[in-house]
């Protein structure tokens, strides 16, 4: 089981901005696409981005198009998403894993609150 350590969540205003990062320790996944994720309480987990191996091709979810973006380091073996704009409704759990999600690299999340 390989698990993914998220960080850079944290509590911030509505229109402000976060970067998340993920990273494997000790393990490369640079011959993977990887994805971002988020869960709301009491809902179901929800795609946010995606970025191929290389990194010359990303798609988002419709909710996040334009304010997210997501991008790769391969040699640092680490995705990050830089969140613009936050509202409220970004409130989340948010979650990285591989594209499509391997049920053994889900890790702990970081957590964001946006405050309005």
């Known amino acids: 089981q390989v698990q993914l350590v998220e960080s850079g969540g944290g509590l911030v205003q509505a229109g402000g901005s976060l970067r998340l990062s993920c990273a494997a320790p000790?393990?490369?996944?640079?011959?993977?696409?990887l994805a971002w994720f988020r869960q709301a309480p009491g809902k179901e987990r929800e795609f946010l981005a995606a970025i191929s191996w290389s990194g010359s091709n990303t798609s988002y979810a419709d909710s996040v198009k334009g304010r997210f973006t997501i991008s790769r380091d391969n040699a640092k073996n680490t995705v990050y998403l830089q969140m613009n704009s936050l509202k409220p409704e970004d409130t989340a759990v948010y979650y990285c894993n591989r594209e499509p999600p391997d049920p053994d690299y889900w890790g702990q999340g970081t957590q964001v609150t946006v405050s309005s």
């Open positions: 000790g393990r490369s996944f640079s011959d993977y696409a």
